[in-house]
């Protein structure tokens, strides 16, 4: 199998780096930083708009979504190799956590042709809410409510984490719509503007505030939020998908989310990043690129680094083809973060007490990034779902193992 690019592909993807060395300046890659600018919502300025503006007219937003909502009715190996470019030099263009593949795939038909547009052009966005404070890894066991009220929900309850919470338009919010059914049962997805009454935004600095990261950092942004809903009164039009079916469609919209190249990207910039860095870098006479030790435990970890491009590459295969998407997303959510962990204590095990100092430090290597990595890796284990919750997904779903309830049953 030819794992290469075509020579059509391999002219897009340079046609991609012009255009950002043509478009991209300093100071619209300060707006871009989201580590930098954690009090401003992140590209929204007119020089960004303009900018999102000639992306869209080029063709290289909403790549594969269909023309009739806004897209550009493209193949998925075109939009990761775009995308690929743009989230190296800092900008997002996919759609990863937007919302969009959820609503493309559980929308009514109004939602698609409200929503999938503007998303693709940015002129909405979405937060994540999800988790809540006694409802992390166990999500199904959130408390948040709607109660149905002829045709409206009244929400209340409280989220964590929600990242962007105080930036976006919207939220996409997961709450409990029926107290009796079984925990994975009865609850439901809605798409809330922010701006509804009774919802009540407030920061949670993150460790990586002060000093701010580095924008290559993974995991590098100063602020999440924690949000509050009293009493707030929604449309029955926000509903995404069928009543109490949410976990369902949750779970899809997680699935669908990882594919791409921004989320590979994640786990393997580490990798690129240690050994551009090795390669020209000495100290104090000590090359490290020439050390044996080293050289063998990058060549170890490039390699796992192939594993998870060549994972990425398997699950848009699937969803190209329009196949049975089902434990893939999950397998590549247990091995990708892990592998970022063990890059990032690597690395730190390779530069020494180097591989500590912030950027705020003097004698900081490459402005901190590594030191600043190491804070935000052991995060990606658990953001979007635990390692943990995704093994049991690739165990159930992957290899048709019964669940522990069902085991204990069987034993009984």
Same mark, same amino acid.
């Given at each position: 199998m030819d794992f290469g690019y075509t020579p059509q592909q391999e002219a897009l993807r340079r046609e991609v780096r012009q255009f950002i060395r043509d478009n991209m300046t300093p100071d619209l890659a300060e707006e871009m930083d989201v580590h930098a600018n954690a009090e401003r919502p992140r590209g929204t300025s007119p020089s960004a708009h303009e900018f999102y503006r000639k992306i869209y007219e080029r063709g290289w937003l909403g790549i594969t979504y269909p023309k009739a909502y806004g897209g550009q009715g493209g193949d998925r190996l075109t939009q990761y190799i775009v995308e690929e470019e743009f989230t190296r030099a800092g900008v997002n263009i996919a759609l990863n956590g937007s919302g969009a593949p959820a609503i493309m795939a559980a929308g009514t038909e109004e939602q698609k042709q409200y929503y999938i547009p503007r998303l693709i052009k940015r002129e909405i966005s979405f937060c994540l809410g999800f988790t809540e404070p006694h409802a992390g890894a166990d999500l199904a066991n959130l408390k948040c409510s709607a109660v149905r009220d002829g045709d409206y929900y009244v929400i209340?309850?409280? *989220?964590?984490?929600t990242t962007a919470a105080h930036s976006a338009t919207h939220i996409y919010l997961m709450a409990r719509t029926d107290r009796s059914a079984p925990k994975h049962d009865g609850i439901s997805i809605f798409l809330i503007p922010m701006d509804a009454p009774g919802i009540t935004v407030r920061p949670l600095w993150t460790i990586q505030n002060n000093p701010t990261a580095p924008l290559p950092t993974t995991y590098g942004a100063s602020r999440t939020n924690e949000t509050f809903f009293d009493d707030v009164r929604v449309h029955k039009s926000c509903l995404l998908g069928e009543e109490n079916?949410?976990?369902?469609?949750? #779970?899809?919209?997680?699935?669908l989310d990882r594919v791409g190249a921004s989320r590979y990207l994640i786990s393997v910039r580490r990798d690129e990043d240690i050994v551009n860095f090795v390669k020209s870098t000495r100290f104090d006479g000590f090359e490290p690129g020439k050390d044996p030790a080293i050289r063998d435990k990058i060549a170890e970890m490039w390699i796992e680094a192939q594993v998870c491009?060549?994972?990425?590459?398997?699950?848009?295969s699937i969803v190209e083809r329009g196949g *049975?998407?089902?434990y893939e997303g999950s397998a590549e959510k247990v091995w990708a973060p892990e592998h970022g962990v063990r890059t990032t204590e690597a690395?730190?095990?390779?530069?020494?007490?180097?591989?500590?100092?912030?950027?705020? #430090?003097?004698?900081?290597?490459?402005?901190?990034?590594?030191?600043?990595?190491v804070m935000g890796s052991f995060q990606s284990g658990i953001n979007h779902g635990s390692v943990q919750v995704m093994r049991d997904q690739v165990a159930r779903r992957g290899l048709g193992m019964p669940s522990s309830r069902k085991s204990r049953k069987a034993e009984g």
């Open positions: 209340n309850g409280q *989220k964590m984490y079916k949410g976990w369902r469609v949750g #779970s899809m919209g997680l699935n491009r060549l994972m990425t590459m398997r699950s848009m *049975k998407f089902t690395i730190t095990q390779m530069l020494g007490p180097y591989g500590s100092l912030l950027r705020t #430090s003097p004698h900081a290597i490459e402005d901190g990034v590594f030191a600043h990595n």
